[in-house]
């Protein structure tokens, strides 16, 4: 919050310095010395994105952050909620339809190093154990923004839906130590960051959640401020709810039955978790971007 209010406190004493530069045909048109239009028209579309990483530069730059000022947040592409892609179209001066989407596919493997219990000449002998993750998911949005103001200060209010689907993910595991009858307890990795692993007659070799769907409605408002024809700053709160179900959890192990002295595969299955949310957005105040054209 203390970062949104710092840069609309900003962008509003750098609006002393531009009016100079602006010339008011009525209160809905505004242009600049050179006759171009300052704010968008019907027909106008807009693609936005977060504007931390410039803030971030910006403040590096002149040395306001110094790793601990304000403005030291994550330099992370992203609109408001971690959006890929933000568009509108104006339907008129004052209506438009907005539209984001975020695709979001990710993979990690990693490796990790234990001691070879096959190896006894060699006390630091090692095998390499592997996890491989992989997840993909789609969030969609689809709103329709009302906005009134006078010159390069723009308010917005509107409406927005939200859907979700995918969240489907699976972490697979491959061991360098087999488990067979001479040796019941491998050494195991446990935690892949820090690289530990303990001996064990029980772990898992796959893990996958299934596909899940969520919905959200949510009202918005906000205020945009052009610094320059057709280019603008600004910021949005949000209040709504949402719903969200994960898909099924199944976790594949490999277990050590000492009773038959053979090696079993369990499979436990897991019902996916329902969630419903209702509250405020963006707390955080982040700033936005939006080029017009």
Do not use: C
């Amino acid at each position: 919050m203390k970062k949104f209010i710092l840069i609309m406190f900003a962008v509003l004493f750098s609006s002393i310095l531009i009016a100079q530069e602006e010339t008011f045909v009525s209160d809905d048109e505004v242009v600049n010395k050179k006759g171009v239009s300052i704010l968008p028209k019907a027909g106008d579309f807009a693609l936005g994105i977060d504007a931390s990483p410039f803030i971030n530069l910006v403040g590096n730059m002149i040395r306001i952050n110094d790793f601990t000022g304000p403005f030291n947040d994550p330099s992370a592409f992203n609109f408001v909620d971690g959006s890929s892609i933000y568009a509108k179209y104006f339907l008129t001066d004052k209506t438009a339809v907005r539209a984001r989407i975020d695709i979001m596919s990710s993979s990690q493997t990693l490796f990790n190093a234990v001691d070879d219990n096959d190896n006894d000449d060699n006390p630091y002998a090692t095998v390499t154990d592997k996890w491989e993750h992989k997840e993909n998911g789609i969030n969609l949005g689809l709103g329709y923004e009302m906005r009134r103001g006078k010159g390069r200060v723009q308010a917005f209010y509107g409406g927005e839906l939200n859907i979700r689907f995918g969240g489907k993910s699976e972490d697979i595991y491959e061991y360098g130590n087999s488990m067979n009858t001479d040796n019941n307890f491998p050494t195991t990795t446990y935690d892949w960051y820090s690289g530990l692993s303990y001996d064990t007659s029980n772990r898992i070799t796959d893990e996958r959640t299934d596909s899940g769907f969520g919905v959200g409605m949510r009202g918005f408002v906000g205020i945009e401020y052009f610094i320059f024809p057709m280019i603008s700053v600004g910021g949005e709160f949000g209040w709504g709810f949402s719903y969200d179900k994960s898909g099924e959890e199944t976790t594949i192990s490999e277990v050590w039955d000492f009773d038959d002295d053979v090696k079993e595969t369990s499979e436990v299955n897991t019902d996916g978790s329902k969630n419903f949310n209702l509250g405020n957005d963006n707390m955080g105040g982040n700033i936005f971007i939006l080029i017009h054209f």
